[in-house]
């Protein structure tokens, strides 16, 4: 009696397979051009950083949020998340409170100041990514957008 073997998946891919090797030079690519928006969006905030600026992002996103959320979130450890969380303090950029119900906990949140450079920041980002696909269809942006967001997702597994 023979048994039939799994279907190949494309977990079975060859790792030197041409396309693989396309999509690890795409997404140096991406990274490298990721660093550079991260540093022009740093550098909407003065003296910011743009670890700082990851930082910020995701306190804007997930406020009242803790240190070591943030980490966590943000893939950095927890003394460089507060080295950061300190410069965006003396920037006016955050707060930091203790929680209401157990005071041994500390909650970071963005200052009104902090939303409103954002959102300019975020505005000449976007206008950058705008113009990168002005010459695509918008299914073709929708498609994109899809598949990234599905790649990132399988790369953080």
Same mark, same amino acid.
């Given at each position: 009696?023979?048994s039939a073997?799994? =279907? ?6 060859? =790792?030197?397979? =041409?396309?693989?090797e396309?999509v690890e030079r795409s997404?140096w690519s991406l !990274?490298r051009a990721?660093?550079? !928006?991260?540093?022009?969006a740093a550098?909407g905030f003065g003296d &910011?950083?743009p670890?700082? +600026?990851? *930082?910020l992002?995701h ?5 009242p *949020?803790q240190?070591?959320?943030?980490a966590?979130a943000?893939?950095m ?7 950061q &969380?300190k410069?965006l303090r003396?920037?006016g &950029?955050?707060?930091m409170?203790r ?6 906990? *500390?909650?970071?949140?963005p ?8 959102r300019?920041v975020s505005?000449? *980002?976007?206008?950058?990514?705008a113009?990168?696909?002005?010459? +695509?269809?918008p ?5 994109f957008a ?5 790649f990132?997702?399988a790369?953080g597994r």
């Open positions: 009696m023979t073997s799994a =279907p190949a998946t494309r977990a079975d891919a060859d =790792p030197d397979a =041409p396309e693989l396309s997404v !990274f990721a660093r550079g !928006f991260a540093r022009e550098g &910011l950083q670890a700082g +600026w990851g *930082v992002r306190v804007l996103v997930a406020a *949020v240190p070591g959320a943030i966590e943000v893939g450890d927890k003394s460089a998340v507060s080295r &969380l410069a003396d920037l &950029l955050v707060s409170r929680d209401d119900d157990d005071a041994r906990v *500390v909650l970071v949140e200052t009104a100041e902090a939303r409103h450079r954002a300019a505005e000449t *980002v976007r206008r950058g990514y113009r990168a696909v002005a010459d +695509w269809e299914d073709e942006i929708e498609r899809a598949d990234l967001a599905r990132t997702a790369v």
